[in-house]
């Protein structure tokens, strides 16, 4: 498999997957970090000599212009990013307002070294997520090298991430820097890990992180569980968690992963108390309780301090760290301390020389927000797709390229 940086773009066109899936409010970008996490990638094209023909999805135009009539594609469209990359790039953006017609194939043809054309919103074709061959053979006609940099879409077998790959023979088809970066962070925790390796696993739903815990299982020494999906695990042992979120459906499947993680001699470890609240709101009333006896009408919305001590403890210990999942209600203040304390410990532990991954959603937003993203060792751009890898499957876009 070639290394990108080992390719030398000069007079190539490069058609490059990127994730520009950013938000948009009101004309507005809002955040621009996966735009800003593909331009090393880009650079080094235009560095070397070659242009970039840019392409990627935003949003699900044709699912919600179905069920909302009054949105139209322009709400979808890619041409609202063109001025901010070009500004970022130092590049004027050329656009194709169509990803496969005949004018973004004589845009793209017509290319010079150092230029950049952007494709429409790739997700304008509905056989774009169908993964279509011959939508994908359109596609890889616009430039002579492959280069896969959207992480983000890794683990989604559509035509502009997977099935395009097989147009381009192996010399010609390549991850490119961020996707590189994501794999090597993924790799180094799942099979370079150093002992102890600590899995911190929050967020609302345990139905939503079985297949991880149970796949790291097999590579943690401990997990930490916290957020809304620890009080599943208390009812499941007989506790009172009032109204507390729990998944009445999933109480076996506590019971089973616990008994697992004994079989395999990893420690799970559970918060002993919460920060408790009246109602799910802002300016609930709060107070402090353990976790086997929350009173009725009241419900966890953070870790207490008891558990902020234990998990801390836990962590700084540790050589490798997966974090997935805040450990409460962080987007309300009165329920942000436990996982601003967590970020804390994650942050401390990579000071000390741990290999700290942030990634999959939440935790993400928590670090940024919280001001930890430059202390801990990597921060992934990949929700879905993180949390994919780490249960043990294989990403349809990465394996396009390796075989
Ligand atoms: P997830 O997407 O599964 O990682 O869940 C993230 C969401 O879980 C965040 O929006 C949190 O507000 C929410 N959450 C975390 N802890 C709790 C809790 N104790 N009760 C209810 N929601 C929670």
């Given at each position: 498999m ?6 030398n ?8 997957r990127v ?8 004309g507005?970008?809002t955040?621009d ?6 331009l ?8 070397d ?5 840019l ?8 699912k919600?212009?179905?069920?909302k ?11 609202r ?19 496969i017609s ?20 790739l ?5 774009e ?18 280069v896969?940099?959207?992480?983000g879409?890794?683990h989604?077998?559509h035509?502009?991430?997977?099935v ?6 192996a ?28 899995a ?9 992180k079985i297949l991880?815990i149970?796949?790291l299982?097999?590579?943690?020494t ?12 208390f009812?499941?042992?007989g ?8 998944e009445?459906?999933?109480l076996?499947?506590a ?8 079989e ?11 920060i408790i609240?009246?109602k ?27 558990a902020?001590?234990?998990?801390k403890k836990?962590?700084c210990?540790?050589k490798?760290?997966l ?7 962080f ?7 436990g996982?601003k304390a ?11 020389g ?8 939440d935790s ?5 927000k ?7 060792s ?10 994919e ?15």
């Amino acid at each position: 498999m070639i290394k990108f940086n080992n390719y030398n773009f000069d007079g190539r066109k490069a058609l490059i997957r990127v994730d520009f899936n950013v938000p948009i409010k009101d004309g507005k970008i809002t955040d621009d970090t996966r735009i800003r996490a593909a331009l090393p990638t880009i650079k080094k094209v235009l560095d070397d000599g070659g242009s970039a023909i840019l392409m990627s999805h935003w949003g699900r135009p044709l699912k919600d212009i179905e069920k909302k009539p009054d949105l139209t594609l322009a709400d979808f469209s890619l041409s609202r990013i063109v001025s901010h990359l070009s500004s970022l790039l130092g590049v004027d953006v050329q656009f194709a307002d169509d990803c496969i017609s005949d004018d973004a194939a004589s845009k793209a043809a017509s290319l010079q070294p150092g230029q950049v054309l952007l494709l429409e919103n790739l997700r304008y074709y509905k056989q774009e997520e169908k993964g279509d061959k011959e939508f994908a053979g359109k596609l890889s006609k616009l430039g002579d090298v492959y280069v896969n940099d959207a992480f983000g879409t890794a683990h989604r077998a559509h035509a502009s991430t997977a099935v395009i790959a097989d147009f381009f023979p192996a010399d010609k088809k390549m991850f490119g820097l961020l996707m590189e970066g994501e794999l090597s962070a993924a790799e180094e925790v799942l099979h370079n890990s150093k002992k102890p390796f600590t899995a911190i696993i929050g967020g609302a739903k345990v139905s939503d992180k079985i297949l991880i815990i149970e796949n790291l299982l097999e590579k943690a020494t401990d997990i930490i569980i916290g957020g809304g999906m620890a009080y599943t695990f208390f009812k499941a042992q007989g506790c009172h968690i009032g109204n507390s979120l729990c998944e009445d459906d999933r109480l076996d499947t506590a019971l089973e992963l616990m008994k697992k993680a004994d079989e395999k001699g990893v420690c799970i470890h559970l918060p002993a108390d919460s920060i408790i609240a009246d109602k799910f709101a802002a300016d609930a009333t709060t107070s402090s309780a353990l976790n086997a006896e929350i009173p009725a009408n009241w419900m966890g919305l953070d870790i207490g301090q008891m558990a902020i001590d234990h998990f801390k403890k836990i962590i700084c210990e540790s050589k490798t760290i997966l974090w997935n999942g805040p450990m409460g209600v962080f987007e309300m203040e009165k329920f942000q301390h436990g996982t601003k304390a967590i970020a804390e410990a994650v942050a401390e532990a990579t000071q000390n020389g741990a290999y700290s991954l942030v990634g999959g959603g939440d935790s993400v937003a928590a670090v940024n927000k919280f001001g930890f993203a430059d202390k801990v060792s990597y921060v992934s751009t990949g929700g879905g797709a993180l949390l994919e890898y780490f249960e043990g499957k294989e990403l349809p876009g990465i394996a396009a390229i390796k075989k």
